[in-house]
């Protein structure tokens, strides 16, 4: 599976757009983008996948670009409860083999 | 109504003892999982079961013994717990293995002493 790369922290002020990028230069052409967050001391929670075209749901947006090398998450209007370490992990679509590895996130602080 | 329900929260035990840890799925899944999170926070794939069946085996001591009697239970039994198995240990569901999103439950968070 593809590796990718999520800046360690952000900040996003609350009621704001929280815009999280993750880089995925290696990714092949049936490889998922998947977005979970962990919450402290909760397990982690799925927030939204894509493959090509973008992807919205009730918790989130995923822009995947063009070329696929790159993805956005965003949260519409961040609450204070969306404090968590997001991680974006790109995994093969086929199967049940395939791993889902978990780097270090993106850690989110959204503040009042 | 939890969807993926871990037994117990917290453990706290000895070093050489014996110890175990229940997960169950109410999701009516296929797959189940046992992750760890190590106290750098990363969390690492340890198991995965398919309808009773190991489809995934990390580079675990052979002291961790995944069991599923069913394919809504998986539980993980550690034998002459060390130190360093301190965590916190995750189980997780999904219908169709990686195709689909994981539920995870809340986590046993293990403390050897």
């Known amino acids: 599976d593809a590796k990718t790369t999520q800046p360690p922290s952000m900040d996003c002020a609350e009621g704001r757009a929280a815009n999280l990028p993750c880089n995925h230069s290696?990714?092949?052409?049936?490889?998922?983008v998947y977005w979970y967050r962990q919450i402290h001391s909760q397990g982690p929670q799925y927030i939204i996948h894509?493959?090509?075209n973008n992807e919205t749901n009730e918790m989130a947006s995923l822009i995947i670009t063009e070329d696929r090398k790159s993805s956005t998450l965003i949260l519409p209007h961040a609450t204070l409860r969306d404090t968590a370490v997001y991680y974006c992990?790109?995994?093969?679509?086929?199967?049940?083999?395939?791993?889902?590895?978990f780097g270090q996130g993106t850690t989110l602080q959204v503040k009042p | 109504d939890t969807a993926v329900s871990q037994t117990p929260k917290y453990l706290v035990t000895q070093m050489g003892n014996d110890k175990s840890i229940k997960c169950e799925q109410n999701l009516g899944h296929d797959t189940m999982y046992w992750y760890k999170q190590d106290s750098k926070k990363f969390l690492k794939i340890m198991f995965s079961y398919n309808n009773k069946e190991l489809i995934i085996n990390e580079t675990v001591p052979n002291r961790f013994s995944p069991k599923s009697p069913d394919k809504a239970h998986l539980n993980l039994h550690i034998n002459s717990l060390e130190l360093g198995d301190s965590a916190v240990y995750f189980c997780?569901?999904?219908?169709?293995?990686?195709?689909?999103?994981?539920?995870f439950g809340n986590g046993t968070r293990l403390t050897v002493t």
């Open positions: 894509g493959l090509k």
């Open positions: 290696t990714i092949s052409g049936n490889e998922y």
């Open positions: 997780a569901s999904s219908p169709q293995g990686y195709n689909s999103p994981l539920h």
């Open positions: 992990i790109v995994t093969r679509g086929s199967g049940n083999t395939g791993k889902l590895i």
